[in-house]
């Protein structure tokens, strides 16, 4: 029988394992080149650890020879040699307006060449969201203004009509106006679709760059990233969802897929997506929109996408709903029965207990667990328990069948539940030196039980 107890206290299911169709494409980008090395710990692409010390490694560096707004300066892997001398003159600095001391040093060696303060101070370095916000408008401003000269560009400093300042603004001699939005600072869907609306009443067109690190971007595996709420509401507005890396100079956009090909998360709470990168340099405005080469081939299903999409965020609503009005129900029916639990624990304590005011600690305390067992309320069955196995039956062994009898006998039913409340209430006991056995990590109970504590006879640390 204490197999089965292992079975109902071994389910962790981890929340967003993926589902994956059972091929999918890959996800390399033109050129053959990984957008990332695999990632095992979900979620940020991996840092060295002394990056996580002393921030991002920089990239990008202002010359102070050229006026303020003009492109930032990009160090190429190997580039170091070539701007070493720049930096040792004082032209290149460290672009982040408030630095405490800007002056910069290039690194090379083992690693991707890149910038680094010439003195730390032990300080830490810039946060890595300020940061790539930072590099990423100066990349998008840098790129509008080489591609469309004819564009008047304004990195984050002019604001429209109703006050929105956007990331970075370029007017066409056409009339049509685009607001890049670089988004690394996490975001409300309503904070979004306020600012999304505000552009929308201008005839602005928002273009949503979304950070590459998390919170917008979480990789679930190796090949697919969550596709967050906010993310499906952009989708849902008619926006398309993209990915910046300021680093790498790419845009990910997510390759949709619909019918049984589409992946999520178990239990359907996120989609998840393969999201190729590609260079920034390959993307393009047409008409009023920001074009990527991944759009064509996701031009043909998107109407079919967008359906899923509608339907997966209602499914997922109703579910909610179905959840909450579960609770509130279980709630009620709690609320109902409890003056009833409270009296049959009255009537036991005043025949079981020579002071019924005093209930030992180990028999009073109650964790969330211990509401597996419904038919009484946890005080009580675990003074049934004491009651029918350990009290004054020091150096005696029972069996785990045996403890969890009367509670199956009580309600058959909710037998997975019982097993777990029992389990959790005997590890406990265990913890607290009243119990020995053995126990996988996991809960599962594989030799018989002896008793070397009873309520009489506490055990010595407690
Ligand atoms: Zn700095």
Redesign the pocket.
């Known amino acids: 029988m204490s197999s089965t107890a292992a079975t109902a206290t071994q389910h962790a299911t981890p929340a967003e394992q993926t589902v994956a169709p059972a091929t999918h494409t890959s996800d390399a980008p033109p050129g053959g080149r990984r957008p990332h090395p695999p990632d095992t710990r979900r979620g940020a692409p991996p840092r060295a650890p002394d990056e996580r010390r002393r921030g991002p490694r920089?990239l990008y560096a202002r010359d102070r020879r050229l006026p303020p707004d003009a492109p930032l300066v990009y160090l190429p892997p190997g580039g170091a040699p070539l701007l070493r001398h720049d930096c040792h003159q004082g032209w290149l600095v460290?672009p982040?307006p408030d630095?405490?001391?800007?002056r910069l040093i290039t690194r090379g060696g083992s690693r991707r060449d890149h910038f680094a303060?010439r003195r730390l101070d032990g300080s830490a370095?810039?946060a890595p969201e300020g940061w790539y916000h930072l590099c990423g408008k100066a990349l998008v401003g840098a790129w509008l203004c080489d591609r469309y000269p004819q564009a008047r560009v304004q990195v984050d400093h002019e604001a429209v009509a109703n006050g929105q300042v956007p990331d970075v603004l370029a007017e066409f001699p056409d009339g049509r106006r685009f607001a890049f939005e670089v988004q690394y600072a996490p975001l409300t869907i309503d904070a979004w679709q306020r600012r999304h609306q505000g552009y929308a009443a201008q005839a602005i067109t928002d273009v949503w760059l979304f950070g590459h690190l998390p919170p917008h971007l979480r990789a679930a595996d190796p090949s697919h990233f969550v596709f967050s709420p906010l993310l499906e509401a952009v989708e849902l507005a008619g926006g398309r969802v993209r990915w910046i890396d300021p680093d790498a100079q790419t845009i990910r956009t997510p390759r949709h897929t619909v019918g049984p090909q589409r992946a999520q998360t178990l239990g359907g709470q996120h989609v998840l997506v393969p999201a190729p990168a590609l260079p920034l340099d390959a993307c393009w405005i047409n008409g009023t929109s920001f074009c990527t080469p991944a759009d064509a081939e996701q031009d043909a299903l998107w109407p079919a996408h967008l359906q899923e999409l509608q339907m997966a965020v209602e499914q997922r609503a109703a579910r909610r709903a179905q959840d909450e009005a579960h609770q509130r129900a279980l709630g009620r029916v709690a609320a109902r029965r409890q003056p009833a639990l409270e009296a049959a624990w009255a009537a036991y304590r005043q025949a079981k207990f020579g002071d019924p005011r005093h209930i030992p600690p180990i028999i009073a305390h109650a964790e969330p667990s211990d509401h597996g067992i419904t038919a009484n309320l946890p005080v009580h069955w675990h003074a049934r328990l004491f009651e029918a196995v350990i009290q004054g039956r020091r150096g005696q062994t029972f069996t785990y069948q045996r403890a969890v009898a009367p509670f199956l006998q009580d309600a058959p039913a909710e037998r997975r539940a019982i097993y777990r409340a029992l389990t959790a209430y005997l590890l406990r006991l265990r913890q607290a030196g009243y119990l020995a056995f053995e126990a996988t990590p996991s809960g599962y109970i594989t030799s018989p039980i002896t008793v070397l504590a009873d309520t009489r006879h506490p055990p010595p640390t407690s």
């Open positions: 920089q460290c982040v630095c405490p001391d800007p303060h370095g810039h």
